[in-house]
């Protein structure tokens, strides 16, 4: 079982940046993969980056490549999404969101093979 509390989401102009919060508690996170996604108004759930809560390579969708970074603190039990040169495209509900792997495989980049879930936190990017 794993609990995320998400935080950090609000309004920003074109240009500027933002940062997200996850605060995750749970037992055997040496094991999990941490991910970020995000919603727009009439869209899909799409994938914005991952990392393993261990650390390591992250994985990064095309559209945020550049200007997002993901990072895992594990002192503060804590995952941050850093996001630079905000674009109103960037508008959305984002998501924490953690699975459980095998030491050996990749993190996950689909919705549907995240079990764990954070409440989301809006994010606006104005014009």
């Known amino acids: 079982q794993v609990q995320l509390v998400e935080s950090g989401g609000g309004l920003v102009q074109v240009g500027g940046s933002l940062r997200l919060s996850c605060a995750a508690s749970?037992?055997?996170?040496?094991?999990?993969?941490m991910g970020w996604f995000r919603q727009a108004p009439g869209k899909e759930r799409e994938f914005v980056a991952a990392?393993?809560?261990?650390?390591?390579?992250?994985v990064y969708a095309d559209s945020v490549k550049g200007r997002f970074t993901i990072a895992s603190d594990n002192g503060q039990n804590t995952v941050y999404l850093q996001m630079n040169s905000l674009k109103p495209e960037d508008t959305g509900v984002y998501y924490c969101?953690?699975?459980?792997?095998?030491?050996?495989?990749?993190?996950?980049?689909?919705?549907?093979?995240?079990?764990?879930w954070g409440q989301g936190t809006q994010v606006t990017v104005s014009s």
């Open positions: 990392i393993r809560w261990s650390g390591g390579v992250a």
């Open positions: 749970g037992r055997t996170l040496s094991n999990v993969a």
């Open positions: 969101a953690a699975h459980f792997l095998d030491p050996t495989r990749m993190v996950a980049t689909t919705p549907r093979r995240f079990p764990y």
